[in-house]
C-alpha cells in the first residue's frame, strides 16, 4: 500500500508520541526534528551539556528500525577514524576497504567543534553527497542518512567553529533549554529506578521513512509561495544589517521545510503559513550579521527574519 498525505502525518504524530515518552515537555523541539527528518536533513543541537541532546538522538533512532552510531569529536580525532580506512589484507594479498562510522543512518557527531577543521571537512561530503571518498575510491552511504551533531556553545577552550560551508549544510539549528519544573520533577520519578530508553518501541521502519520523504517532494508549492520564498531570502541578501545573506542552498531546504509543514498538518499544498512556521529555525544560521560572527548571529538573526516576515508582502491565493 503506498503512503498518503493522511499516512505521513500519522507517522510524525507516532514518532513525536514515542519520543514524548522519552524527552518530556519538549514538543516543539520534537516536531521540528521530525520537519528535519522528513526533509532528510542533518541537524545541529546547540545548546548547554545535560540539556539532552544525546537523548534526544539515541531516542530519534530507537523510534526508527535503523542503525544508529555516536562518534565523540576530539582534537585528535582523524578524518579516516570517521570515513573508514583501506587496510592490507594477508589473506586475500589485496587492500580492503573497512567502513567507518559514517557507514550508518542516523550518525550522532557528539561535541563536533572539539575536532579538527580537517576532521569538520570530512563530514561535508558524507552529508551533502550521501557518500564517502576514500583513495580516490567513492562509496556510496545508505539511505536515510541523517547527521545529528552536538555542540556547547559556551565552553569555548579548545573548541573549533563550524565554517560557513559546513553550518549551511545543516537543516535546523535547535536548542533544547532547560525543561520547566513539572517536567524536571517527573523526569526525576520516572528515572529513579529505571531509564524509560531501555524500553522505548520502534515505531516506523527506515523504508516508511524514506517513501514519507519522497511523499513530502510532492506536495505542491504554487509559483505565488515560490516567489514568497524567493523574496524573504532575497531580503536577506539586501537587509544592510547582514553581511551574508541565505544561500540557494537555504533557499532550497526552506521549500522542503514548508511542504514538510504542510505534509504533518494533513495538506498536501504549501500555505504561507507553513512557509512563516518554519522561517527561523532554517535560515537563522545561515545569516551572518554585520559585526558578529555566525555562532554569535543566532538571536540577532531571529529578530531580523521576523521583521523581514513582517514587511515582505505575503500572497494572496
Do not use: W
Not at 537523548?55 to 570515513?83: E, V, Y
Not at 539549528?173 to 529505571?194: V, W
Not at 516508511?208 to 516567489?227: G, N, P, Y
Amino acid at each position: 500500500m503506498s503512503m498518503d498525505i493522511r499516512s505521513v502525518q500519522l507517522l510524525a504524530e507516532n514518532l513525536e508520541k514515542n519520543m514524548n515518552s522519552v524527552i518530556m515537555g519538549k514538543e516543539d523541539v520534537l516536531k521540528k526534528v521530525i520537519l528535519c527528518v522528513l526533509c532528510d536533513g542533518h541537524i545541529l543541537l546547540e545548546d548547554l551539556p545535560g540539556t539532552g541532546k544525546t537523548t534526544l538522538a539515541k531516542a530519534l533512532s530507537k523510534s526508527i528500525d535503523c542503525t544508529f552510531r555516536r562518534m565523540q569529536f576530539t582534537p585528535d580525532l582523524l578524518p579516516s577514524d570517521l570515513t573508514g580506512i583501506n587496510f592490507f589484507d594477508r589473506k586475500e594479498n589485496e587492500f580492503v576497504f573497512k567502513p567507518g562510522p559514517a557507514f550508518t543512518n542516523i550518525l550522532l557527531g557528539d561535541e563536533i567543534n572539539r575536532a579538527t577543521p580537517r576532521t569538520q571537512s570530512s563530514l561535508l561530503e558524507c552529508m551533502e553527497e550521501r557518500q564517502v571518498t576514500v583513495d580516490g575510491v567513492t562509496h556510496p552511504l545508505e539511505k536515510p542518512f541523517l547527521v545529528i551533531a552536538t555542540q556547547n556553545p559556551v565552553e569555548i577552550q579548545g573548541t573549533f567553529p563550524l565554517p560557513e560551508a559546513q553550518l549551511d549544510r545543516f537543516f535546523m539549528r535547535l536548542s533544547m533549554g532547560y525543561p520547566d519544573k513539572a517536567f524536571e520533577m517527573e523526569m526525576l520519578s520516572e528515572k529513579q529506578h529505571t531509564d524509560p530508553m531501555n524500553t522505548l518501541p520502534c515505531v516506523i521502519t527506515k523504508e516508511q521513512l524514506i517513501e514519507a520523504q519522497s511523499v513530502v517532494r510532492q506536495v505542491k508549492v504554487s509559483e505565488a509561495v515560490r516567489e514568497y520564498i524567493v523574496n524573504i531570502v532575497r531580503a536577506t541578501r539586501n537587509d544592510s544589517r547582514i553581511r551574508m545573506g541565505v544561500s540557494p542552498r537555504g533557499s532550497l531546504a526552506f521549500m522542503r521545510g514548508a511542504q514538510a509543514q504542510a505534509a504533518v498538518n494533513g495538506r498536501d499544498y504549501v500555505l504561507p503559513d507553513d512557509v512563516k512556521a518554519v522561517c527561523v529555525d532554517i535560515l537563522s544560521h545561515r545569516i551572518l550579521c554585520r559585526g558578529r560572527s555566525l555562532t554569535q548571529s543566532g538571536a540577532l538573526a531571529a529578530e531580523i527574519l521576523t521583521t523581514i516576515l513582517g514587511a515582505v508582502q505575503v500572497p494572496i491565493e
